[in-house]
């Protein structure tokens, strides 16, 4: 199974600065993901990572606020942009592991904004 | 579009007792559908998957789950629960994007509590 390592684990930031999540995966993934978790709720995506590419967003979410890059098959990184106390969330990477079908996810980072 | 459903926010279990999480799914075609497991403070941890062949799937940590045509149902199971099962519970389906692109559709979480 494909291990996934996120950076940084949590964050308290101010509201107005930007923060930028890291992800690497350990083995190679055909596609990377980014979500959002409220504690204890169901995961929302944001975006599909693509190699290379501009990410593919979700209806809610634009690139200016949450830019995503991917230059390789192994690592990705998600922005959360000029934040606000409305951004405070989990934020999950995760990994299509080739070949099995299965998503993997990194432990998480959690992002509180004051 | 493809969805799945939990319709239990919690479930409560006595240890040594069998336990069940229910999840429902629409989809157009055949379903790839999921169970994952949340502990505090982690992230998302594969349990099992069906994509074809027998509707009873096993998985880790002594789970399985019974897919259900007719119900459309993909019902989590284990013969005995654990104090340490005790984590909230996603069931997923994939949704086909386009050639060899996807998308995981998460349900609302199913709270599972063991108690001793």
């Known amino acids: 199974s494909a291990v996934i390592s996120q950076k940084p684990s949590r964050d308290i930031c101010q509201r107005g600065t930007s923060l930028t999540i890291q992800c690497q995966v350990d083995s190679q993934v055909t596609m990377m993901f980014w979500y959002r978790q409220q504690p204890g709720q169901s995961l929302t995506l944001i975006a599909t990572a693509n190699q290379g590419s501009e990410a593919t967003y979700e209806s809610g979410f634009v690139i200016d606020k949450f830019p995503i890059s991917r230059p390789n098959l192994t690592f990705s990184t998600l922005t959360v942009s000029n934040m606000s106390p409305e951004d405070s969330s989990i934020y999950l990477c995760?990994?299509?592991?080739?070949?099995?079908?299965?998503?993997?996810f990194g432990e998480g980072s959690r992002l509180t904004v004051l | 579009a493809q969805s799945v459903a939990q319709p239990e926010d919690q479930v409560n279990v006595a240890e040594g007792n069998p336990l069940t999480v229910k999840c429902t799914y629409s989809v157009s075609g055949n379903p790839y559908l999921f169970w994952y497991v949340q502990y505090p403070n982690r992230g998302l941890q594969f349990l099992l998957k069906?994509?074809?062949?027998?509707?009873l799937v096993k998985g880790s940590y002594g789970f399985e789950a019974e897919f259900n045509k007719s119900q459309t149902s993909f019902h989590l199971k284990k013969p005995s629960a654990l104090v340490s099962d005790s984590a909230l519970y996603f069931c997923a389906v994939r949704d086909v994007i386009g050639s060899g692109t996807y998308k995981y559709i998460f349900g609302t979480g199913t709270r599972l509590k063991v108690l001793a």
């Open positions: 069906y994509i074809t062949g027998d509707n």
């Open positions: 995760s990994g299509l592991s080739v070949g099995t079908g299965e998503l993997f």
